[in-house]
Each structure stands twice: as C-alpha cells, then as structure tokens.
C-alpha cells in the first residue's frame, strides 16, 4: 500500500507564507508526476499546483507568482511555498501522486488527507 502524509498547515495572517510537505510511503517504484488541489469550504477540490517527474510545473491562475511547487525524488516528496496568502487561500490542502509500484507497472493515483490552511486575521 501507499501513503501520503501532509503537513506544514496552519494559521497565518494575509501577505504570509507557508511551505507545505508530502512525504509519499509505502510500496512504490517509482512516482510520476505530484500535485496539490485544494477545497474551500462549499466549493470543489481544485488543482493548485503540479509538478512531473521530469520538474516540468503548472499552476492554477490564481496563485501563479505566489506559490512554487517543488519536489525531491529521492525523498518521494513534493513542496508547496505558499507566499503573498490571501484569505481567499484558505481551504484544505491535499496532495496527491501518480505512483508505479512495480517497473512497468500502471500508474494509481493515491491522495493524502490534507491539511488546513487559514488565511487570516
């Protein structure tokens, strides 16, 4: 089995920064590529930002130029800086990874179980 385990949420106040983690574990060969979404309290879990193996980024309009994806693959850990935050941030972040667990093998997608970020103050 595989497991994604978030963390680095909080509370901080409006022009803030935080850096979220997501250490992937488990049965895994490799892990292509790695994404945050975020859900708002009443709307959908929306892409933030991801990242592929091969370091190549996109990100939602809505935080270019304040957040940076990030990733170690030796580590099978993925970053989100958080910089500039706005109250409209806040939201539950997750992340998630598409993952081989054997050479050849199809990629599953696995999702962690997020963690709180409040923008406020």
């Known amino acids: 089995q595989v497991q994604l385990v978030e963390s680095g949420g909080g509370l901080v106040q409006p022009g803030g920064s935080l850096r979220l983690s997501c250490v992937a574990s488990?049965?895994?060969?490799?892990?292509?590529?790695m994404g945050w979404y975020r859900q708002a309290p009443g709307k959908e879990r929306e892409l933030v930002a991801r990242?592929?193996?091969?370091?190549?980024?996109n990100y939602a309009d809505s935080v270019k130029g304040r957040f940076t994806i990030s990733r170690d693959n030796a580590k099978n850990t993925v970053f989100l800086q958080m910089n500039s935050l706005k109250p409209e941030d806040t939201a539950v972040y997750y992340c998630?990874?598409?993952?081989?667990?054997?050479?050849?093998?199809?990629?599953?997608?696995?999702w962690g179980e997020g963690t709180l970020v409040t923008v406020s103050s």
């Open positions: 998630n990874a598409e993952v081989r667990r054997s050479r050849g093998g199809y990629a599953v997608v696995y």
């Open positions: 488990g049965s895994i060969f490799s892990i292509d590529t």
């Open positions: 990242i592929t193996s091969g370091r190549s980024t």
